[in-house]
């Protein structure tokens, strides 16, 4: 045995020291012949070897189901070790199946050259918004509708709140790439009732009131969901922009959670920020709002914004209409 080997299976446990990424990274203390010791250790990046990702699908084993809505589904599951044992171990994969697909979705998974565009509020008015508008007549936005009116994912729901006006009241569920399980990177998504709002540039100064509610309530919601363990100068609130879909929604995440490129500049939005902006603009409550802003974000070349708006304007061309 190697002095590498040896001095790894001396190693004795004390504690789990720290987690991080995700759950994908483990920092233990402990001992060796009775000297400290730390050992860190993090999970490989997948062999991509064409042979083995043939069978990839054949060494998934213990597949738990997390849920199903319209065309997208969610699983728990084990890889099989290299020896071939099968023993019953908790789950080192998350695994998200989209099927039947689009070639939307091939584009959007598909590494993309990003670009940093300026998004002005004529360009939103003129260009963006129609967009927006298309997305939502095409049906993309059926699972969000599902799981608000009660018809999928209701098994998934933490949380649905009764507020004495209904346009106030909201679902609060884990995000899809959140475990369910590991407090460090808890990442949940609330869902506003309410479908007059597509995005952050829909915001008003009068919506400052609800906002502040929607964040006191979901601190509170969020404490109580996991006391003990979580507390509201634990939790960061964000929204996207640009919004994967265009339902208003609330990202909220443990401070510990590593960030990561959902929580990059040019993508995330810290949501006391937007609040801020709505306060200290002039002008009236009902028309004055987040869409006078420049707002400047990143987009990769295969996304519809990029090549229908934003590089026929870099190529000084006026975008066709989308």
């Known amino acids: 045995m ?77 890889s099989l070790p290299e020896n071939g044992v099968d023993q019953p171990t908790p789950p080192d994969l998350k695994i998200n199946l989209i099927y039947p697909c689009t070639e939307k979705h091939i584009r959007k998974y598909s590494f993309q050259q990003l670009r940093s565009v300026t998004e002005t509020s004529e360009v939103y008015a003129h260009h963006v918004r129609p967009y927006m508008a298309r997305c939502r007549e095409e049906g993309r936005l059926n699972w969000v509708f599902n799981i608000l009116d009660g018809k999928k994912e209701q098994e998934n729901v933490l949380f649905r709140s009764s507020e004495p006006d209904s346009n106030d009241d909201f679902l609060l569920l884990p995000d899809l790439n959140w475990d369910r399980k590991t407090i460090g990177s808890l990442h949940l998504l609330a869902l506003p009732l309410r479908r007059d709002i597509w995005s952050v540039r829909d915001l008003k100064k009068k919506d400052v009131k609800w906002l502040r509610h929607l964040q006191t309530t979901l601190m509170q919601t969020v404490e109580r969901l996991y006391p003990h363990v979580v507390e509201r100068d634990m939790l960061k609130f964000y929204l996207h922009y640009q919004p994967t879909y265009y339902h208003f929604h609330v990202h909220i995440v443990h401070v510990n959670l590593d960030p990561s490129a959902t929580q990059a500049v040019g993508k995330a939005l810290g949501l006391a920020d937007v609040i801020s902006h709505l306060e200290m603009m002039g002008g009236d409550d009902e028309t004055t709002g987040m869409d006078r802003l420049d707002l400047t974000y990143t987009v990769g070349e295969e996304s519809e914004l990029w090549k229908e708006v934003f590089l026929p304007l870099k190529e000084g061309k006026t975008p066709k209409s989308v």
């Open 2 to 78: 190697s002095e590498v080997n040896t001095l790894l299976t001396r190693f004795k446990l004390e504690k789990l020291l720290n987690q991080d990424q995700g759950g994908r990274r483990i920092i233990l203390q402990g001992t060796i012949s009775g000297e400290p010791a730390l050992l860190l250790a993090e999970r490989g990046a997948f062999d991509t070897d064409p042979n083995h990702l043939a069978s990839f699908n054949r060494l998934i084993t213990h597949v738990q189901n997390l849920g199903q809505n319209d065309i997208y589904h969610w699983y728990l599951a084990n």
